[in-house]
């Protein structure tokens, strides 16, 4: 390989790709789970909750669904270290995205609830299932299969919003590429190359997601 | 059939309940002996299902009581005040009531079995392999023992409607509600559902219903309620209802079956 060439730009710094690529992948897997875990909590909570527990959880859904995540992002490190809280920028943009992913995905689950019919609750009522039990056996299996699609947007989403923690200096795939093109100046091919993996990424993740929603298809009325 | 001395097992007194303005209830009282079968019936908007669905509390009734051995459903008075019980405690006793709805609503990520089985093992805490037994016995019995590992979108309504009737009766429940059951079906599709009805009954198994087969419910049925304008307006043996009903309403509404009745002499 001749020194230059694409190829041979990226084996030189493969290290440092397969890092950033490591790096994407945590922070997207992280976040996927806290924000699901999380925003599943807030949604159940925002269907059934106490009213004011619910206009708790409705202006938090709100507001974080109304600011841009940079800004959040910036906040979770430089905001936060002002009040003398230290937190490394991985985890500062984890955070950050797992606050905004969290609302999404509370609202999501909230809408999948109040679409199943009134009568698989009762159902559930009338055979002696108490609150819990309706929503580990029937409610949240239900929801979460009319939830899938718009469940597997969101995670998408967030493997495209890691790339913004380049910001604080996470040095994620996209900082990677670009650190090799402050080398090579080969912007066109890195970039490309960037955005080839990516699209990838979130290629698997839709093909995982319509496999799941073909393996549970007979989650139907 | 039970007589007027099989013990009282559901007692209803007084009962109100409104939607906003509109009392849909306007006191109503009913009792059901051990073993009987009791059908409802009326026009729609009479309170039928409202009152059904008051006895297991999927809706809240205001003013009266409803018991059942005895025991209050979904309140206790303390103090001349009236308390909802704990969720724990009015699962406990919805347990102890099974029903079965008009859109069958059978969980439809579960096959018939675990359909079944699935208040057996939550609920009654019963071991798995326990349940499965009963589930298979019930499903027989039901008439579905080769369609137990189907899920509810491969049977059809009839089917459906049994599996729903298999999972409330292997509760083992003190009294069974149906809500109106065959009136989703084809009408091809009733008659499998009303046989097991039927060989419930005979197997003395405590029935409400709400119902607008009126031969099967002059067939089956041991008590006649006519419900109107949230009232109970008659009450007795379907002969008695039938064939003398005390009000212009009642001969008005039974005038809409007057074939189907003759016919059943």
């Not at chain 1, 959040?72 to 606050?99: D, Q, S």
């Not at chain 1, 993740?205 to 799941?212: D, E």
């Not at chain 2, 208040?119 to 039901?142: C, F, M, N, S, Y």
């Amino acid at each position: 390989m001749e020194r230059g060439t694409f190829l041979y730009e990226v084996w030189v710094a493969r290290w440092s790709l397969l890092s950033g690529f490591g790096i994407t992948l945590s922070a997207s897997v992280l976040t996927i789970a806290i924000a699901t875990l999380l925003g599943l909590i807030l949604g159940i909570g925002l269907t059934y909750g106490w009213r004011p527990l619910r206009w708790l959880i409705r202006i938090y859904v709100d507001a974080l669904r109304g600011i841009p995540v940079l800004v959040l992002i910036l906040f979770a490190y430089y905001g936060l270290a002002l009040f003398k809280i230290n937190v490394p920028p991985f985890w500062a943009g984890v955070i950050a995205l797992a606050a905004f992913s969290i609302a999404h995905i509370a609202e999501t689950i909230r809408g999948g609830i109040e679409s199943l019919p009134q009568g698989q609750t009762e159902a559930a009522k009338a055979i002696g299932l108490q609150f819990h039990q309706r929503l580990a056996y029937v409610i949240i299996p239900l929801a979460t299969r009319r939830v899938l699609p718009p469940w597997m947007n969101t995670c998408a989403e967030i493997v495209k919003n890691t790339t913004l923690l380049s910001i604080i200096g996470v040095v994620e795939f996209l900082l990677s590429n670009q650190q090799a093109i402050a080398r090579n100046y080969l912007v066109l091919q890195f970039y490309l190359f960037a955005a080839v993996v990516y699209l990838l990424i979130n290629f698997t993740i839709s093909q995982l997601g319509a496999k799941l929603e073909r393996r549970y298809a007979h989650f139907r009325y | 059939m039970a007589t007027s001395k099989a013990a009282l097992l559901l007692q209803a007194r007084g009962v109100t309940k409104s939607f906003g303005d509109l009392e849909i209830l306007k006191g109503i009282d009913l009792d059901v002996r051990q073993g009987q079968v009791v059908a409802l019936i009326g026009a729609s908007g009479s309170g039928k299902t409202t009152f059904l669905r008051c006895i297991n509390l999927l809706e809240e009734y205001e003013r009266g009581e409803i018991r059942l051995d005895g025991e209050q459903i979904g309140y206790r008075v303390e103090s001349r005040e009236r308390r909802r019980l704990s969720e724990a405690q009015v699962s406990a006793q919805r347990a102890r009531i099974g029903m079965v709805f008009q859109s069958f609503n059978l969980f439809p990520h579960m096959s018939a079995e675990q359909n079944v089985m699935l208040g057996l093992t939550k609920v009654r805490g019963k071991p798995k392999v326990e349940a499965q037994e009963i589930a298979r016995h019930w499903l027989d019995r039901v008439g579905l023992a080769d369609r137990r590992d189907h899920y509810p979108y491969q049977l059809s309504g009839g089917q459906q409607q049994r599996v729903a009737i298999a999972r409330a009766v292997a509760m083992e429940p003190r009294l069974l509600l149906f809500d109106e059951v065959t009136s989703a079906l084809d009408p091809e599709l009733v008659a499998e559902v009303l046989a097991v009805m039927q060989d419930l009954a005979r197997s003395g198994m405590t029935m409400l219903l709400v119902s607008h087969e009126m031969l099967f419910v002059r067939q089956v049925a041991d008590h006649v309620v006519f419900m109107d304008g949230g009232v109970v307006a008659q009450a007795g043996a379907p002969a008695e209802v039938f064939e003398r009903p005390a009000t212009p309403r009642l001969r008005q509404f039974l005038g809409r079956f007057h074939g189907i009745l003759t016919g059943a002499g």
